[in-house]
Every structure is written in structure tokens, then in C-alpha cells.
């Protein structure tokens, strides 16, 4: 997900402003062609929709972040089109193993490397683009065994 999913005018309580609702794959839309620049054929290409979809979406974006600028209003982000990969990273003080589970599926009680119960989760994983179109439950045990 985002790094930061809401932004509001600073000294405005959120209780007293008018909310818009930005659709993941709208935030999608303006970091693939605003921020990186892509032509919208590519842009679309890469969140697969026809270049048609895409040109909605990202009017809409833009209509959307240009009302929140220009009348001062809450700007959130989620939901949309697109299953996202939320997850949650936890990592073993025993064996430095790491992993990562999709948000909703609970706190794991022990390590699946080496079964200790001596684990922390890891810093929230910010990786927006590279969650992206991945399969949730990656798992980076592979990494750890190769030492
Ligand atoms: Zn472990």
C-alpha cells in the first residue's frame, strides 16, 4: 500500500473537512504516468487495462488530488480494482529468518524456519510497487537457507 494513505490540510480536525476517496489503482495511475513518467499505453499496460480504462483512471485521479488541493479537503487512499498484496513482515531472533503473511491473517506464533517463538514483526513493508500484481504470502525462506 502507499506509504501514507491520508492527507488533510494541516490544523484542519478531519471531524470538520469534506473526505475524497482516491482508488488504489487512481494512485496507481498518477505514480506510473505522473511520477515515472510513463507514457499511459505503458502505464495501462503495466496495471493491465486497456489504454481506454486507463485514460478514465487517471482523469479521475487528477480530478480527484485537484479538488482536494483546491478546496482544501481530506484526501484518502484504498480500495479500487485491485486486490493489493498487504503484508505484514515479521522476522526470528533466533535465526534472522524472515517473512512476510497478507494483512487478516493473524499473528504467527512461531518462526517457520527453526520454531522459535523468539519473533518480532519487522517494519511495516512500505514496498507499494513491488507488492503490486504479487501473489500474496511471499516468503523469503529461500534467502535465509542459502547462507
Ligand atoms: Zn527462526
Redesign the pocket.
Known amino acids: 500500500m502507499p506509504g501514507s494513505n491520508y492527507y488533510k490540510p494541516r490544523g484542519i480536525p478531519l471531524s470538520m473537512l469534506e473526505e475524497v476517496i482516491l482508488a488504489v489503482d487512481e494512485f496507481e495511475a498518477i505514480r506510473l504516468a505522473d511520477l515515472e513518467g510513463l507514457y499511459h499505453e505503458r502505464a495501462a499496460e503495466k496495471m493491465n487495462v486497456s489504454r481506454q480504462t486507463f485514460g478514465r483512471i487517471i482523469e479521475s485521479a487528477h480530478k480527484k488530488v485537484a479538488e482536494t488541493l483546491v478546496k482544501g479537503k481530506a484526501l484518502k487512499i484504498e480500495g479500487g480494482e485491485f486486490e493489493m498484496a498487504a503484508m505484514k513482515k515479521f522476522r526470528?531472533n533466533?535465526?534472522?529468518?524472515s517473512w512476510e503473511l497478507s494483512h487478516g491473517t493473524g499473528r504467527p506464533k512461531n518462526?517457520p524456519?527453526?520454531?522459535?517463538d523468539n519473533?518480532h514483526r519487522a517494519e511495516e513493508d512500505r514496498g507499494y510497487a513491488r507488492g503490486f500484481g504479487r501473489s500474496q504470502g511471499r516468503c523469503e525462506r529461500g534467502a535465509a537457507q542459502k547462507r
Open positions: 526470528c533466533a535465526c534472522q529468518h518462526c524456519a527453526c520454531q522459535s519473533i
